[in-house]
């Protein structure tokens, strides 16, 4: 007889396996000099200044001595403590990555857990394996950028609200909190997280005076946790600043996508032009810039061609993000164009497996909706901007679950094994 808990084990070995060899084989040099050494000179000036500052690849040099309120500042964070224990230099960039694919490892646990707890050992095995050898999330987790942890502390997230809704322990909603603040210091976008929770908790007919109780106590331990987040941008920028205020240029570049937009000044052009009538505006004037010649533009949009932007946002754009892939380095010689046809398919065959969930199984189909409710929440916001492959990377271990959970649904159907719930 198999002993499935076993299996974990071994899935845990060979994803850290893979992860090691890659990092093993390309070193320092598996780097985009994007994002990822942004987030590593913002941890260094951080050592250094006690300031937090960032600065794209693309921006000015100025910007490097300008607070930031572009960025949360979870990555940032999590550097500097590394480096302040391994130093800043080869040593502690290759701790950073160790601890990096370590997170990794955590989020594939986790979604074993979770597809566990809902669909049965089975289903949570594969989703755990499709994450473990996903070339994608192979990579990701050797470059230092929010994708792993965020995407580690979304799983328990989910992982720990469907705990909650089902047996209601304090302790579950405590564990919530917890990834919800943490997850929150990595991206702002799953700020609206509990308005899903809600719905579900509202479907899983959780005790209404409960919830007010431990909504309050959420609102406290998020006003504790962001207080000094929120003194610090006002001492800045004599703003309330919640988050960050950095989602001017991808809003921008976002009006730049799908169909029908206006073009009579392409993007290129338009950034040399603010670039020459701006030219000491700092990282968060130059946001603020953008934001408001976005703004411009949608409403120019929208008055010339509502149907297209309508079908840009709603339609265009979900499909460019579901189909991207992060695949920008290439490793263990995988061409990208087989990589992006394994992406494809395991989108197809996750989206297939959670309709056949839903309608061969009677077990859990509600925790199997409000997955669906999770990424179609990603779905949407992603789309207000401009939306690349990269943002899938965090919400693809629940498409290998959805592939898990449809394999068992129609497994256990052809052994007689599905049985209603009454």
């Avoid at 990092?23 to 006690?50: C, E, F, K, P, W």
Wanted: proline letters at 5%.
């Amino acid at each position: 007889m198999i002993r499935w808990p076993r299996w974990i084990g071994w899935v845990i070995l060979l994803a850290f396996v893979l992860r090691i060899a890659a990092l093993m084989m390309y070193g320092l040099n598996l780097t985009l000099h994007s994002d990822d050494q942004g987030y590593v000179h913002s941890a260094i000036r951080l050592l250094q200044t006690g300031t937090l500052t960032y600065r794209g690849p693309s921006e000015p040099a100025r910007f490097e001595l300008d607070p930031t309120v572009k960025i949360m500042p979870g990555q940032p964070f999590l550097l500097a403590a590394i480096f302040w224990l391994f130093g800043t230099g080869t040593v502690g960039v290759y701790a950073a990555k160790i601890a990096t694919i370590l997170i990794g490892l955590a989020g594939i646990y986790g979604i074993y857990l979770l597809g566990r707890y809902c669909f049965g050992e089975a289903a949570g095995l594969m989703a755990a394996l499709l994450l473990a050898v996903s070339v994608e999330q192979i990579l990701t987790d050797n470059l230092l950028l929010t994708e792993t942890p965020f995407m580690t502390s979304l799983v328990y997230l989910v992982y720990f609200s469907v705990k909650l809704a089902s047996e209601r322990k304090p302790v579950y909603f405590y564990a919530l909190l917890f990834f919800y603040l943490v997850a929150l210091f990595f991206k702002a976008t799953i700020a609206l997280y509990p308005l899903v929770l809600f719905v579900y908790l509202l479907f899983k007919r959780y005790p209404f005076p409960l919830m007010i109780r431990q909504a309050a106590m959420a609102l406290i331990a998020i006003l504790v946790v962001l207080g000094p987040w929120w003194v610090r941008n006002y001492v800045h920028y004599h703003q309330f600043i919640p988050l960050t205020a950095g989602d001017g240029n991808p809003l921008l570049m976002g009006t730049y996508q799908g169909v029908g937009y206006p073009n009579r000044e392409p993007l290129s052009t338009l950034f040399q032009r603010l670039q020459t009538e701006y030219p000491n505006a700092d990282s968060f004037t130059w946001m603020q810039i953008q934001k408001k010649v976005a703004m411009d533009r949608l409403r120019e949009w929208w008055q010339s061609s509502p149907g297209s932007l309508l079908y840009s946002y709603l339609v265009r754009k979900p499909i460019i993000l579901w189909g991207g892939t992060f695949y920008w380095i290439e490793i263990f010689k995988i061409s990208p164009g087989i990589v992006v046809v394994l992406h494809h398919l395991a989108v197809v065959a996750g989206a297939a497996g959670g309709v056949l969930y839903l309608l061969l199984s009677w077990r859990n189909r509600g925790d199997m909706l409000f997955i669906a409710m999770v990424l179609g929440y990603f779905t949407i916001v992603y789309s207000v901007y401009f939306v690349f492959g990269r943002y899938n990377v965090a919400e693809m271990p629940f498409v290998y679950l959805g592939i898990g959970a449809g394999i068992v649904a129609v497994w256990r159907r052809m052994q007689g094994t599905e049985k209603r719930r009454r």
